[in-house]
């Protein structure tokens, strides 16, 4: 079982920056691959970063040189930190994050972030 907690989230104007943190704990050595998602109501969850083992990162083109996102671990917990700058309105929706091991799929109760115009 991973357990996740996000943090970061809140109100910001166009043009600005927000850090959005997930915390891992549990079997975080079953970890695999980690990710953000985000959902506006009525429309699909999306896929925004993710990392994999390995170090690897994805990024959906809507977001590649404005977002990052970061890996790193403390005692028994892992955090995927993600780093948004320049954000636009269309930024605005709920931020997830998830975490997949071997045997499971796991996501956070999410945060919300909205960029006004």
């Known amino acids: 079982q991973v357990q996740l907690v996000e943090s970061g989230g809140g109100l910001v104007q166009a043009g600005g920056s927000l850090r959005l943190s997930c915390a891992a704990s549990g079997s975080i050595f079953s970890i695999h691959t980690m990710g953000w998602y985000r959902q506006v109501p009525g429309k699909q969850r999306e896929l925004v970063a993710t990392?994999?083992?390995?170090?690897?990162?994805?990024?959906a083109d809507s977001v590649k040189g404005r977002f990052t996102i970061s890996r790193d671990n403390a005692k028994n917990t892992v955090y995927l930190r993600m780093q948004m700058n320049s954000l636009k309105p269309e930024d605005t929706a709920i931020y997830s994050c998830?975490?997949?091991?071997?045997?499971?799929?796991?996501w956070g109760q999410g945060t919300q972030v909205t960029v006004s115009s």
């Open positions: 990392w994999t083992r390995g170090d690897s990162t994805n990024y």
């Open positions: 998830r975490s997949r091991t071997w045997t499971g799929d796991y």
